[in-house]
T-cell receptor
């Protein structure tokens, strides 16, 4: 089955700096890659996703890049703010949209230092 | 419009007891999922359903059973709870792409 590796497990950045979280996947058939943000005690919420026919997608301060050849994808957050502090999870799916579920990475705890 | 709800929010079980977790959605989504979340492990798929009357195994199905008798409900059962099943359980639903998560059920097995 699919295996998703996520790095780093903890990332501390100064407010206003950029943060990058990287994930690799094992199944070349994976074609949908979402990123979820989870605040302490809350449910995961989708912040951005990318499909395999696109190399990059941006939404305001958040961007995701995908390299299908290398089987890795990354989350980029620019101009970080205190409210960006949370745990971020990457995920992958072979069913185009997660019809048969998502395989998640183990998460990155992002800490924004004031 | 409640979205995705889970019952109960918290539960403590003794080893060997049974229980059922209920997930309900009013989004008219076909696909429903049960995940468990353990510290440092991310979310792992237990079982899922692609429509009323269907279920399938995910990554970690052992010790759990599920049923989807109605489109809006997805039940997760533990027949004989074990301490290894102490976790936070999340239900999710999706239409095509985005998965919407419920608030979670925190289960402790002693």
């Amino acid at each position: 089955g699919e295996n998703v590796e996520q790095h780093p497990s903890t990332l501390s950045v100064q407010e206003g700096d950029s943060a990058v979280i990287k994930c690799t996947y094992s199944d070349s058939a994976s074609n949908y890659f979402p990123w979820y943000k989870q605040e302490l005690g809350k449910r995961p919420q989708l912040i951005i996703d990318i499909r395999s026919n696109v190399g990059e997608k941006k939404d305001q301060r958040i961007a995701v890049t995908l390299n299908k050849t290398a089987k890795h994808f990354s989350l980029h957050i620019t101009e970080t703010q205190p409210e960006d502090s949370a745990v971020y999870f990457c995920a992958a799916s072979t069913s185009g949209g997660g019809a048969d579920g998502l395989t998640f990475g183990k998460g990155t705890h992002l800490i924004i230092q004031p | 419009n409640a979205g995705v709800t889970q019952t109960p929010k918290f539960r403590v079980l003794k080893t060997g007891q049974s229980m059922t977790l209920l997930c309900a959605q009013d989004m008219n989504h076909e696909y429903m999922y049960w995940y468990r979340q353990d510290p440092g492990m991310g979310l792992r798929l237990i079982h899922y359903s692609v429509g009323e009357g269907t279920t399938a195994k995910g990554e970690v199905p052992d010790g759990y059973n599920v049923s989807r008798l109605k489109k809006q409900n997805f039940l997760l059962g533990l027949e004989s709870a074990a301490p290894s099943q102490t976790s936070v359980y999340f239900c999710a639903t999706s239409d095509i792409y985005e998965q919407y998560f419920g608030p979670g059920t925190r289960l402790t097995v002693t």
